[in-house]
């Protein structure tokens, strides 16, 4: 394989970033903001800077570097970042009065759709670059320490990010403990009304099923269980089998699950228009596929689905919902809300509490329209006042909380396999997952057992979390 080969620009660009031999390496320190997709990334920031001596830590304090990974989905995570920037300019100013040089960059959406706007705003960014162009890091960082003028980065380029990104073995931030995320696939072609992804993350892409597989192959040998499949739309995700037939993402989910030592897998973020049969055969045959589907659903209301450009009706939802527990009886079902889009009525509002309570959620999101620049739905005129989307939001969460907690204390006196990939607050408390992703805490856990899959009797649910006890002959599963 050597298409992951770095272009020769950037590896120029590495060379002129070398640390003298015996210099002190340099610190890189990247904040993680909104989606798992974004985790991953950051991720990936650290490993293409380790070339160039970078490490990473985990505070912005002694850092030659830091970026702000950012989202962009609803205001208040663009609010943060403009205010993490504030705190970021003073530690600058510290530093420069220190004789230090501190380089502040802001990566992701936010980046990507503020652009310049984004310097213009806070002149202490010296580099602002969007989610398509992190593997070009180390360029921008050396031109910045060469004395270049700040940068700012937002167009989709035609190399490709994942190609060029560091094999997974020469990666240094490759497995943290026994999960992973591996992102599959990125962007979005469906442009619901209210959404800035299609914008910020461009087109729909799917990364090769080949470096898929030897990427999950290299977190396994690094120790890691259970994987998480990520994309914007990942079951959007299509390719070609060995064979050279069309495949989708049921039949990646097979291949993955052959990888010796890998027990569990997972998969986020999914739109209901692509739910294939053969995903759904998936849940049925493959044990290491876990019993949890996150399917945003966003409203119950046919009215407001079509207004959201969704290609779903409620009905629509309802069927693919009886497909799959047809399959897997005892799935958890999750899934994101909107409440307040454009135009919804009281009606329209209690639409979705009723699709609500006929799904029955186990663990749900939900969130208040927040207007978009550059979205259609930004622009249309029957805005939702914020006192009735407040009002609505508090209704909804209070049924789904229901749900939650009767689905969490429903697991009561089950005992179930938890892979342990936390400490808890507690000395000797072990957290870990539960098939159906909830987390679930022991006391008086043997430090052994962290990493392991093991089954826990679940002794209480609450509304977030389970607790649970070792069973006496309790063995590690995996
Ligand atoms: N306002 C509120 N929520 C939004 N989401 C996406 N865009 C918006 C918006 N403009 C929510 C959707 C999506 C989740 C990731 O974020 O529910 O599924
Ligand atoms: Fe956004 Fe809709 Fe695409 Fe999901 S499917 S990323 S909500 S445009």
């Known amino acids: 394989m050597h298409d992951h080969q770095a272009p020769s620009r950037t590896v120029a660009s590495e060379e002129g970033l070398k640390a003298e031999p015996g210099a002190p390496r340099k610190k890189i320190f990247v904040k993680t903001y909104g989606c798992q997709m974004n ?12 070339p160039s001596g970078y490490s990473e830590v985990d505070t912005p304090d002694d850092a030659d570097i830091v970026i702000l990974n950012t989202c962009h989905i609803r205001e208040k995570a663009a609010d ?137 192959r290299a977190l396994v040998d690094a120790g890691v269980r259970e994987i998480t499949l990520l994309g914007q739309n990942v079951n959007a995700w299509h390719g070609v089998d060995e064979t050279g037939r069309p495949a989708t993402l049921g039949r990646l989910i097979r291949a993955l699950a052959q990888i010796d030592g890998l027990a569990r897998l997972r998969y986020t973020t999914s739109h209901p228009r692509d739910m294939d049969e053969e995903l759904i055969a998936a849940h049925r045959d493959v044990p290491e596929l876990m019993p949890y589907l996150h399917l945003p659903v966003q409203s119950g209301s046919d009215r407001i689905l079509a207004a959201m450009n969704r290609r779903h009706d409620a009905d629509t939802y309802y069927r693919i919902i009886d497909r799959i527990r047809a399959a897997k009886p005892d799935i958890a079902l999750s899934s994101d809300f909107i409440v307040g889009f454009p135009g919804e009525t009281e009606a329209d509002f209690e639409a979705t509490l009723g699709l609500i309570r006929t799904v029955g959620f186990a663990q749900a999101y939900s969130f208040k329209y927040s207007p978009r620049p550059g979205t259609p739905a930004a622009t249309e005129e029957d805005q939702v006042p914020e006192d009735v989307k407040s009002e609505r939001l508090q209704r909804l969460q209070a049924l789904l909380g229901e749900q939650q907690l009767a689905f969490n204390a429903g697991c009561a006196g089950r005992t179930m396999p938890v892979l342990f990939d936390r400490r808890g607050r507690g000395e000797s408390q072990l957290v870990g997952r539960s098939p159906y992703l909830q987390s679930v805490h022991i006391d008086d856990a043997p430090e052994h057992l962290f990493g392991s899959l093991v089954d826990v009797v679940i002794e209480e649910g609450h509304r977030n979390s389970l607790r649970g006890r070792l069973r006496e002959e309790a063995g590690v599963l995996v």
Do not use: W
């Open 80 to 216: 943060k970042v403009y205010s993490e920037l504030g705190r970021l300019r003073e530690l600058k100013k510290e530093k420069s009065g220190r004789g230090e040089e501190l380089l502040i960059g802001v990566a992701g959406c936010v980046a990507q759709a503020e652009g310049e706007e984004m310097r213009r705003r806070a002149p202490v960014v010296d580099l602002v670059f969007g989610p398509q162009t992190y593997h070009r890091l180390p360029e921008y960082v050396a031109r910045l320490a060469n004395g270049g003028p700040g940068i700012v980065e937002t167009e989709f380029p035609a190399d490709d990010k994942f190609g060029t990104l560091p094999m997974p073995e020469k990666r240094k931030t490759l497995a943290r403990g026994a999960t992973a995320f591996l992102t599959i696939q990125e962007g979005c072609d469906k442009f619901c009304t209210f959404c800035v992804v299609p914008y910020t993350r461009g087109s729909e892409f799917s990364r090769p099923i080949a470096r898929i597989l030897e990427e999950a």
């Open 39 to 50: 985790v991953y990334d950051s991720a990936r920031m650290v490993d293409v800077m380790a």
